[in-house]
């Protein structure tokens, strides 16, 4: 028997689920309802045999490069990984070591913790205030580093950039990690930070705005010098951690920016009369500038409308957790779907 | 100016060079000189957009149930990874946790003291004998683990299989990770041990004998109970490691198990040649049992060697350490590739 002091003991995150049936509505994940730009099947159907039997390029230059040149920053502040959950596990790992407590917010993506737990990181979580805001003044106690998530997951709210400013220029000696997996649905960027402050990581993900999900690419970018251990990090762990498939059809993507901001218009369109269609049913929910919507009805318990939309194959996500257990995350879905999940609420509700 | 004190201090691993341009024979990484089989390339073009816009199964069952199947073994043995260079990590964070001395050969596959370092874990290396033999006695000693590759790299040499067992049979407390990167050119696999003994792990790769290093896949075999506590890590890590399009096209490899076997035949039978054509030319080598030859002149300096080939485009593997600083580890490629490699290393002797 291999004895227990082997084992690293951990609690892992679960995902939303990811049921196999095709006819079911799935608003549990956040993923892209619109496929991904037909460039990238295009760059698919034209891969070659070398692609396969050789590694991939361990830099993934063409793909750092690409998204070095949209974003207007010079690649050696763009580092690339398999979604964004990579990028910030490899940013925890490398940036959080001083054995001070790490900052994040008590409602947050659920994975902050698991990292810290995995990589035996003090942390401390920070109560976000009763609207569910980020509050600057509570992240000027010493710490490790900070992260939190802007748009907030799963509140949907935005803080708006001098706030955000306000926790960076103020923790010069740690690094602030801000994950904006859903910026491209609202708010402003950190992004126009990074040349100013030499603390400050900026993550994305392809998974959520690009429709590709599936593929597994994330990325952030931050001064050279941090970027820099990042990577020497990253080499200590796998030095390919890119396919070469992800990365050519990650560049595709990158270069079809007409489809990608049309797509991203449309999901925000449907959001807003989503806001307003749910207001009509009876919920409440903090201002999303997100993919998904935070809603809570005024008399029917979550639980028990997850489980009844989940009968009828409509997948959301709720949480089992303090403060907001009376939520659903509800991710924007195509017109029909918004329309199938509304339908279905309001004569839910009635009849209930 | 961040403080240093935040950041992760390692001294990465370095891969060999992918150079970019196609004219190069490339003989430095092991990789596999043959495409993967037809139907990894027709999948490809079967895939549809649902597979990228959605996240991947989590579980990856399609991909373990094929793994299982074909090794006869059942899934839940089975765990799959971005390349075994990701599995093994995994594997190190996951198994290496005592505190005690972990022990793998002194020459041996440069990352298990990569990854030590990266996560902190108490090591020791293990001098091989004189031929470069790993010596299981070595290995009795208290520890808090036990990795090295059969065949060993970058040696080539295999261990017989009751050696092996000697080893996994002496540290039942403890992981032994038998890593099997090459084990499909030459060599009996302990997997036929995995049921008897509960603190195995076997790994294995799709980069090399499957031809498809690009798209990073590699996996390991073990008892059940170290598979589960393997996964735990892993969704405490990343829940989507694998990609749609990594967890398809690996299925149809496996699936295609006539073109495996003939493509390693291949191999194997162009390596044996390329020893007797080495032998001739004054090169002495440990008798390889994997896809590479680790050889040594008896009068021309390695690393001069290695610079004629490079300016040649000729890529071999050139490592400067104590102990094999005057071998070159030549990958085997096709009959071509090692004709227009030993044609110019006649002529170079001749002339040298």
């Given at each position: 028997?291999?004895?227990?002091?082997?084992?690293?003991?951990?609690?892992?995150?679960?995902?939303?689920?990811?049921?196999?049936?095709?006819d079911?509505?799935?608003?549990?994940?956040?993923?892209?309802p619109?496929?991904?730009s037909?460039?990238?099947?295009?760059t698919?159907?034209?891969?070659?045999?070398?692609?396969?039997?050789?590694?991939?390029?361990?830099?993934?230059?063409?793909?750092?490069?690409?998204?070095?040149?949209?974003?207007?920053?010079?690649?050696?502040?763009?580092?690339?990984?398999?979604?964004?959950?990579?990028?910030?596990?490899?940013?925890?790992?490398?940036?959080?070591?001083?054995?001070r407590?790490?900052?994040?917010?008590?409602?947050?993506?659920?994975?902050?913790?698991?990292w810290?737990?995995?990589?035996?990181?003090?942390?401390?979580?920070?109560?976000?205030?009763?609207?569910?805001?980020?509050?600057?003044?509570?992240?000027?106690?010493?710490?490790?580093?900070?992260?939190?998530?802007?748009p907030?997951?799963?509140?949907?709210?935005?803080?708006?950039l001098?706030?955000?400013?306000?926790?960076?220029?103020?923790?010069?000696?740690?690094?602030?990690?801000?994950?904006?997996?859903y910026?491209?649905?609202?708010?402003?960027?950190?992004?126009?930070?990074?040349?100013?402050?030499?603390?400050?990581?900026?993550?994305?993900?392809?998974?959520?705005?690009?429709?590709?999900?599936?593929?597994?690419?994330?990325?952030?970018?931050?001064?050279e010098?941090?970027?820099?251990?990042?990577?020497?990090?990253?080499?200590?762990?796998?030095?390919?951690?890119?396919?070469?498939?992800?990365?050519?059809?990650?560049?595709?993507?990158?270069?079809?920016?007409?489809?990608?901001?049309?797509?991203?218009g449309?999901?925000?369109?449907?959001?807003e009369?989503?806001?307003?269609?749910?207001?009509?049913?009876g919920?409440?929910?903090?201002?999303?500038?997100?993919?998904?919507?935070?809603?809570?009805?005024?008399?029917?318990?979550a639980?028990?409308?997850?489980?009844?939309?989940?009968?009828?194959?409509?997948?959301?996500?709720?949480?089992?957790?303090?403060?907001?257990?009376?939520?659903?995350?509800?991710?924007?879905?195509?017109?029909?779907?918004?329309?199938?999940?509304?339908?279905?609420?309001?004569?839910?509700i009635?009849?209930?």
């Amino acid at each position: 028997m291999v004895s227990k002091d082997n084992f690293r003991q951990v609690v892992p995150y679960v995902p939303g689920e990811q049921p196999k049936e095709n006819d079911v509505i799935k608003l549990n994940t956040n993923e892209n309802p619109y496929p991904p730009s037909q460039g990238v099947m295009e760059t698919l159907s034209h891969i070659d045999n070398a692609s396969f039997r050789k590694y991939p390029d361990p830099d993934v230059s063409d793909l750092v490069s690409e998204i070095a040149d949209y974003h207007n920053v010079n690649k050696e502040k763009v580092f690339v990984g398999v979604g964004s959950d990579d990028v910030l596990a490899m940013c925890f790992l490398t940036f959080f070591n001083s054995g001070r407590q790490v900052l994040f917010p008590d409602i947050t993506y659920a994975f902050y913790k698991v990292w810290a737990d995995l990589f035996k990181i003090n942390y401390r979580e920070v109560p976000l205030d009763e609207d569910f805001n980020i509050v600057p003044s509570d992240y000027l106690a010493e710490n490790g580093g900070i992260v939190f998530p802007n748009p907030n997951a799963p509140t949907g709210l935005v803080m708006p950039l001098d706030r955000v400013e306000e926790i960076i220029s103020n923790n010069p000696n740690n690094v602030v990690i801000v994950d904006e997996a859903y910026i491209d649905f609202g708010g402003e960027s950190a992004l126009s930070l990074v040349d100013r402050y030499s603390n400050l990581i900026v993550t994305r993900t392809f998974s959520k705005s690009r429709s590709m999900a599936g593929m597994r690419i994330g990325y952030c970018m931050g001064n050279e010098k941090l970027i820099s251990v990042l990577n020497s990090v990253k080499f200590s762990y796998n030095s390919y951690t890119m396919s070469e498939v992800a990365i050519k059809t990650g560049v595709a993507s990158v270069k079809d920016d007409s489809y990608f901001q049309r797509i991203v218009g449309k999901i925000t369109e449907t959001r807003e009369k989503t806001k307003e269609a749910l207001t009509d049913l009876g919920f409440t929910f903090p201002d999303s500038s997100a993919n998904f919507i935070f809603a809570k009805h005024n008399r029917i318990d979550a639980e028990q409308l997850f489980n009844a939309l989940k009968e009828n194959k409509i997948f959301v996500r709720h949480f089992d957790l303090p403060r907001i257990k009376d939520y659903l995350r509800i991710t924007i879905g195509t017109e029909n779907e918004m329309k199938a999940l509304l339908d279905f609420l309001k004569k839910y509700i009635e009849n209930n």
